[in-house]
């Protein structure tokens, strides 16, 4: 069975820019989160989406925004880029919505750099 | 403020030795503790698990302990093996909706 996919793997992009970055999460989960990693850090959480709806929010700003499909591949959207989204975007999916007590598959991640 | 914290960036173990790394949480909440490990240019493997319920609990040469009273698990993993080489994070989460916490992580070395 396939993992977690994320398109692209690299991007470089300049301050002021907009990226989309996508995820499809394993076959038969309905849950995809995203998080945020910089250098030296945990990964940090963004969003979390369940059938289509946000059932999550960190503390990003509004430049910060995804969403879900029909078919639960979702796409985070960063708006207005900065020297400091400079990351690895990592998107993980599970089976439900709960989020606790079960267990998040991640993606290879998307390295974002902002120049 | 970091609810989740591994004190030790770096660690390095011989080959065939027991590999110990340890985290603390503050969050009394949390209640479910996963291990990830990561190499470079992949994403976050799932490792093990453990439910605030159970204080240990085993998968093969990993092995995850839980002391709720001092707020603070670890990972036993033996025999170390080169492969094991990478960087391991802690996470917690609890009941209600509430995403993953990670540490920062610890990197393991194991010399051959």
């Known amino acids: 069975d396939a993992g977690v996919t994320q398109s692209p793997t690299h991007l470089i992009k300049t301050r002021g820019q907009h990226v989309t970055l996508r995820c499809s999460p394993i076959?038969?989960?309905?849950?995809v989160s995203w998080y945020q990693q910089v250098l030296g850090q945990g990964p940090q959480f963004i969003f979390q989406?369940?059938?289509?709806?946000?059932?999550g929010r960190g503390n990003f700003p509004d430049r910060f925004s995804a969403r879900q499909f029909p078919n639960y591949s979702s796409e985070l959207n960063v708006n207005a880029l900065l020297l400091g989204d400079s990351a690895l975007y990592l998107c993980?999916?599970?089976?439900?919505?709960?989020?606790?007590?079960?267990?998040?598959?991640f993606g290879p991640g998307t390295r974002l750099l902002v120049l | 403020d970091q609810q989740v914290k591994q004190n030790s960036p770096s660690l390095s173990v011989q080959e065939g030795r027991i590999s110990i790394l340890n985290c603390d949480y503050t969050?009394?909440?949390?209640?479910?503790f996963l291990w990830y490990k990561k190499y470079p240019a992949e994403g976050p493997t799932f490792l093990i698990s453990i439910s605030s319920i159970k204080d240990k609990n085993e998968d093969g040469r990993f092995t995850v302990f839980l002391n709720k009273s001092a707020k603070h698990l670890s990972l036993h993993i033996v025999p170390s093996q080169p492969g094991d080489s990478a960087v391991y994070f802690c996470?917690?989460?609890?009941?209600?909706?509430?995403?993953?916490?990670f540490g920062k992580g610890t990197r393991l070395s194991v010399i051959a």
């Open positions: 993980a999916s599970s089976r439900s919505g709960t989020l606790s007590q079960e267990t998040q598959y």
């Open positions: 969050n009394s909440m949390f209640d479910y």
């Open positions: 076959s038969g989960h309905k849950s």
């Open positions: 996470a917690a989460t609890h009941s209600g909706n509430t995403p993953l916490v």
């Open positions: 989406y369940y059938e289509k709806e946000e059932r």
